[in-house]
């Protein structure tokens, strides 16, 4: 598929490709009429699509701008119940989490964002909002000399 892009279009387009959610961000100093002509121009050629409040990079968006889209594995969900009885996936991200919280040692931040290549904010978001409020977990944090904060899930009992 041969697309014509404006070198906006395929900096945008460029920059949705490297987010695992593709989401299209425009920047600050691009609004009003020039802002609506790219947007356009990508949701009329395919390359990206509406998804709610945001623009996401579709799979020929990404092959616009040579970037081959991931494929998708089918694979059988393996669901389990979680501590607050909500649904969960093994293996998942948020059940690798509370496994690496559920250890004697617990864990620092910078652990957490090493082991799933988040962001500081992403791994704090996480413990406060995905496991504290929606799953009803307790986590506990302490400074340790040397690791700096660490967060743990206490051993029940």
Do not use: C
Not at 56 to 64: C, E, H, P, S
Request: glycine share 10%; aromatic share 2%; no cysteine.
């Amino acid at each position: 598929m041969s697309v014509k892009l404006t070198p906006t279009q395929q900096s945008l387009l460029t920059a949705a490709a490297e987010r695992e959610d593709r989401i299209v961000t425009l920047p600050a100093n691009l609004r009003g009429g020039a802002a609506v002509k790219v947007v356009d121009g990508l949701l009329n050629a395919g390359l990206a699509r509406r998804k709610g409040d945001y623009l996401v990079a579709t799979n020929d968006g990404l092959r616009a701008v040579g970037v081959e889209p991931p494929r998708k594995a089918k694979a059988e969900p393996a669901v389990k119940k979680a501590a607050a009885g909500g649904p969960s996936r093994e293996n998942s991200k948020q059940a690798q989490l509370i496994e690496m919280l559920k250890r004697p040692e617990g864990a620092s931040i910078a652990e957490i964002t090493a082991a799933f290549g988040w962001q500081a904010h992403t791994a704090r978001g996480a413990i406060s909002g995905a496991l504290k409020k929606k799953l009803g977990l307790t986590v506990v944090s302490e400074k340790v000399d040397g690791r700096g904060r660490i967060y743990k899930i206490p051993a029940e009992g």
